[in-house]
């Protein structure tokens, strides 16, 4: 039986971890198997080094034009997503696409994907940094907050270690196996997470809450950002006193709950500053602000800048960035 030739195409400022994330189930399930069922080439726009998000540079083996015949392409995104600049990858996908070859996008590699009219009517998933991103600029994309998905000949991957979690699960697929799957995520001292298991972005999660009364409450407050809930109401669909949920706040956040309210619509705030081109204006209201200045006025104590100038400074630094790998 021949080998599967897995491409990884890389873009600039691609993740690092990703990609090894991507490259070393493979390599491990041929040192499983003894023998070589998986191939991986690492592949780029023009060939020769590719710099990583983190700066260090990666020797990939072929040009986009020069590839050899492969099985499955995957796109291992930038971040930031880049505006422009992309567009002989984009053709070259749709050519993949058109050959019938499976196409996968790792991180913002689904975006990428997207831009290209790849993902149109397919489930997809990405880092929960760049979701609102990806479900608002192609509404066709059916867009989820898996770790993978593997929707019939398209595979998209939240990024960071979750790569580890789609190539696991393809190499239950022929030629692999159940067993296969296993025995590398052994080796690779890693929990094989499933296609049904979610990325858990929310303070429930990120501060290891366990009381039912604060899970719901922390619940309310995360699903209504854009029209804040009064805290009397919160604490009455929760069934406790105002004064009750106040202590229990107090006790686990040592905060007050509308501290708490405050910092979660902040932190949404932010991430449409960072990963959006929306106005000031149109943030303020989808995070529930009386006006860009209501805005501004909590923002910049909380992040030591106005949102314009965090925003500015984030395009700065990338850009330094750029300037210091190119």
């Known amino acids: 039986m021949r080998s599967l030739v897995f491409g990884f195409v890389v873009v600039p400022n691609f ?51 020069q590839a050899p015949g492969l099985d499955v392409v995957f796109v291992i995104g930038p971040n930031p997503i880049p505006k422009r600049g992309l567009r002989t990858l984009a053709l070259w996908l749709k050519k993949q696409a058109s050959l019938g070859l499976p196409l996968g996008g790792i991180d913002t590699g689904a975006y990428l994907m997207a831009q290209a009219g790849l993902l149109d009517g397919y489930r997809s998933t990405i880092h929960w940094e760049d979701h ?21 000949d ?3 991957c939240s990024g960071g ?3 580890l979690d789609l190539m696991t699960y393809l190499l239950t697929q022929a030629p692999g196996s159940r067993d296969l799957a296993n025995e590398v995520a052994n080796l690779l001292i890693a929990e094989r997470r499933s296609l049904t298991d979610v990325q858990t972005v929310s303070i429930i999660h990120q501060s290891r809450v366990t009381n039912p009364v604060a899970i719901e409450v922390l619940r309310l407050m995360e699903c209504n950002v854009a029209e804040p809930l009064p805290i009397g109401e919160l604490a009455q669909l929760a069934g406790v006193s105002l004064r009750s949920l106040q202590r229990l706040f107090k006790q686990k956040f040592e905060r007050s709950a ?14 449409l500053v960072h990963r959006s081109d929306k106005s000031v204006r149109e943030i303020a209201v989808r995070t529930g602000f009386a006006s860009p200045s209501h805005l501004t006025a909590r923002y910049t104590p909380r992040y030591g800048a106005s949102p314009q100038k965090d925003r500015d400074k984030r395009a700065q630094g990338m850009a330094s960035k750029d300037r210091l790998l190119s």
């Open 15 to 65: 993740s690092l971890i990703a990609l090894s994330a991507c490259v070393d189930p493979l390599r491990l399930a041929n040192q499983v198997l003894g023998h070589t069922v998986y191939q991986s080439v690492l592949l780029s726009v023009d060939g020769g080094l590719v710099a990583s998000s983190d700066g260090i540079q990666v020797m990939t083996q072929h040009s986009l034009a």
């Open 132 to 152: 609102e991103a990806l479900a608002e600029q192609f509404p066709k994309v059916i867009v989820t907050q898996h770790f993978f998905e593997v929707d019939r």
């Open 154 to 156: 398209r595979y998209t």
């Open 161 to 163: 270690v979750a790569p």
């Open 258 to 271: 509308e501290r708490v309210y405050l910092d979660i619509r902040l932190a949404h705030a932010r991430l």
